[in-house]
């Protein structure tokens, strides 16, 4: 298994444009979600999945949309990038609501300028 | 949403016993304790989860104790490549969707 994997690993925008981050899981969890990472902070859920069809904001949904048609991928829409969403977004999988261990992709470190 | 919280670093010595303490005073019956730990630029990977008392596993000891208002993760003489940072999360298993990570403990491990 691949695991959680996402693309691209680095990314810089400039202001106003737009890009899909991806993220796959070759798992079948119905589980997924998209955090964001600042420099020295933790972790800040921004939206996550419980199935196909199926997403919730997070604590900091505001400039992103998602979408989930299928159980493997979960991509994120940054619409109108912002400076302020210069950050390593990290896409992370779990098998079910009865488990908490979550799985983590690599990482994309955006940069908006 | 259960908060929690850490040290924000800590120092210690290759060889010794290091125990980081997590306080949630407001966990709910139902949560579960998590942790994770992180190195630079990689995504945070699973350690160890616990409900109460003492789970052990082949990396680390997670100690609650009865009124589960806080936990402490052990890691046995520790390494160098222990130096990463540690966080805690409290999380409902029924209908926790959300998990807040906080800021973490970052252990530094000296020769």
Not at chain 1, 23 to 43: E, F, I, K
Request: proline share 5%.
């Amino acid at each position: 298994n691949a695991g959680v994997t996402q693309t691209p690993k680095f990314r810089i925008l400039k202001i106003g444009q737009s890009m899909t981050l991806q993220c796959a899981q070759d798992m079948n969890h119905n589980y997924m979600y998209w955090y964001r990472q600042d420099p020295g902070m933790g972790l800040k859920l921004i939206y996550y999945s419980v199935g196909a069809g199926i997403t919730d904001k997070g604590e900091v949904p505001n400039g992103y949309n998602v979408s989930r048609s299928t159980t493997e991928y979960f991509p994120l829409r940054l619409e109108l990038a912002a400076p302020s969403q210069t950050s390593v977004y990290f896409c992370a999988s779990r098998i079910d609501r009865f488990t908490d261990t979550q799985y983590f992709g690599p990482g994309t470190r955006l940069t908006v300028l | 949403l259960a908060k929690t919280t850490q040290p924000i670093s800590m120092d210690s010595y290759e060889g010794q016993e290091v125990n980081i303490t997590c306080s949630h005073n407001n966990i709910a019956t139902n949560d579960y304790i998590t942790w994770y730990q992180q190195f630079p630029s990689q995504g945070p990977r699973f350690i160890i989860q616990g409900y109460k008392t003492k789970v052990t596993n082949e990396v680390a000891s997670l100690f609650i104790p009865a009124d589960r208002k806080s936990s402490t993760l052990s890691l046995p003489r520790v390494s160098l490549s222990d130096t990463a940072v540690y966080y805690c999360l409290v999380g409902d298993v029924n209908t926790g969707n959300q998990f807040y990570f906080g800021t973490g403990t970052s252990l530094t491990v000296i020769p």
